[in-house]
């Protein structure tokens, strides 16, 4: 039997108005319970890539598929949890850690905007997962760079997405939440069968989870297992454009 794929992009082209092609021809296709990693240097169209997968951006040429309807159009948005690249916070705002991360369990949610005691507890649950429960009703303001990217990360995960798609989470990040960020991933992929995709320069404590690697470099320039990359990928001088 032929699974359903979460992700389905078919020669997919983007250029964004007025500038080039970002992307030329790029098939992808990710099944349920996949762990990919996106690779690639600066400008090569990781963002552009994932945003296109989530139906942010629509394709110039091509066609892009979520959960089997068309990405632009899908009706199961709250089942996407998404980490966007710097992820802007208006941090001037007392809104508090848990605000912040309820507002990622909202979609989630079946009466707009009305949290059950499941939904709170979901989001003290995301909240314990990323480290930050001590902090929980600390304004987000307060917290270093890398506690507000934590809170950003427990966002995503609120809703108990099916993909998780999470765009440079490690920025700012300290060697430790990495790796306890690496082990929570690895335990919603592998006991839950999330769907990730994870974008970065350098994966570090998640590379023993990852079973695919897809490097973007003004489209897929090499697609499969990382043990598999050919050398001249590993040589620093090709992470610039
Ligand atoms: N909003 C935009 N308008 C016009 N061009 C853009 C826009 N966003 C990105 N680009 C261009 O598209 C190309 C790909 O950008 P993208 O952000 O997808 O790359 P990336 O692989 O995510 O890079 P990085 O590693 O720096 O995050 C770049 O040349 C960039 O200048
Ligand atoms: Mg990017």
Redesign the pocket.
Known sequence: MRVAPVVELRSVSFA????GD??RDVDLVVLPGEFVAIA????????????IVLGLLAPTSGSAWLFGEPAASVSQRRRLGYLP?RAQLRVEAPVTVREVVAAGRLPATRLLGRLRPEDRAKIDEAIERVGLAEQADAELRRLSGGQQQRALIAKALAGEPSLLAL??PTTGVDVESQEALAELLAHLNEELGVTILY?S?EFGAVERHVERIVL?RGGIVFDGPPGELPGVWHDPSHTH?
Do not use: A, F
């Open positions: 964004y108005p007025r500038g970002v992307l690639g240097p600066n400008g090569g169209g990781k963002t552009t890539l994932v945003r690249q765009d440079e974008v320069h973007v454009v």
